[in-house]
């Protein structure tokens, strides 16, 4: 069964830094295209950022400029840096598996999700 597990999160300061990771397991990851999702409290899912097998990125324009996707295809591990942290920020953070290496293509597996809080 395809296991998707997030860490990382944590309380952090508005302008502070996090890395958040997520461990694959039970699926090809490398030939998969990765995205994290978010949730703010009380809202609904927000796409963050995706990377594709050979490491083309993208990302909301909310998070330009202060996050970055990266892979790691030998660790099967997905990360999240995140910079200049906003309490909007604050949210339920997911990584999660597209069908296929397009991210265009639906996302069929989702973690259980790591909790970010930014606030003073």
């Known amino acids: 069964e395809v296991q998707l597990v997030e860490s990382g999160g944590g309380l952090v300061q508005p302008g502070g830094s996090l890395r958040l990771s997520c461990a694959a397991s039970?699926?090809?990851?490398?030939?998969?295209?990765m995205s994290w999702v978010r949730q703010a409290p009380g809202k609904g899912l927000e796409w963050v950022s995706g990377?594709?097998?050979?490491?083309?990125?993208t990302y909301v324009d909310s998070v330009k400029g202060r996050a970055t996707i990266s892979r790691d295809n030998a660790k099967n591990t997905l990360y999240l840096q995140m910079n200049v942290l906003k309490p909007e920020d604050t949210a339920v953070y997911f990584c999660a598996k597209h069908l296929t290496n397009s991210l265009a293509a639906g996302m069929d597996f989702w973690g259980k999700g790591t909790l970010v809080i930014v606030s003073s």
């Open positions: 039970e699926f090809t990851f490398s030939i998969h295209a």
């Open positions: 990377i594709t097998s050979s490491g083309s990125t």
